[in-house]
């Protein structure tokens, strides 16, 4: 069972930037596609980033050229930085570890932003 903690979520004002953290002690993070998602309340989880295990990245029309995803193997560790957040990022955003039929959530860190 691979655990992930989340952290770096807030309130934000319209405009602002949030970092999200995941980290686990996983020992063979590295071979795991890190990727995280968000639900806003009444909606389904939505896919936002992914970054692959050779480092190639992925992310949603919704947040390209505002969020960027990137993964330190050393660290254990995936981050998101999130700039120019809007009112319609505000969500639950959850990291998600996976290999193959192995898939791994974390608990969830609350996004909000608003003036």
């Known amino acids: 069972q691979v655990q992930l903690v989340e952290s770096g979520g807030g309130l934000v004002q319209p405009g602002g930037s949030l970092r999200l953290s995941c980290a686990t002690s996983?020992?063979?993070?590295?071979?795991?596609?890190m990727a995280w998602f968000r639900q806003a309340p009444g909606k389904q989880r939505d896919l936002v980033a992914t970054i692959a295990t050779g480092g190639r990245t992925n992310v949603a029309d919704s947040v390209r050229g505002r969020f960027t995803i990137s993964r330190d193997n050393s660290k254990k560790a995936v981050t998101l930085r999130m700039n120019s957040l809007r009112p319609e990022d505000t969500a639950v955003y959850y990291c998600?570890?996976?290999?193959?039929?192995?898939?791994?959530w974390g608990q969830g860190t609350q996004v909000t932003v608003s003036s």
């Open positions: 998600n570890a996976r290999n193959g039929a192995d898939d791994y």
């Open positions: 996983e020992r063979f993070f590295s071979i795991y596609t």
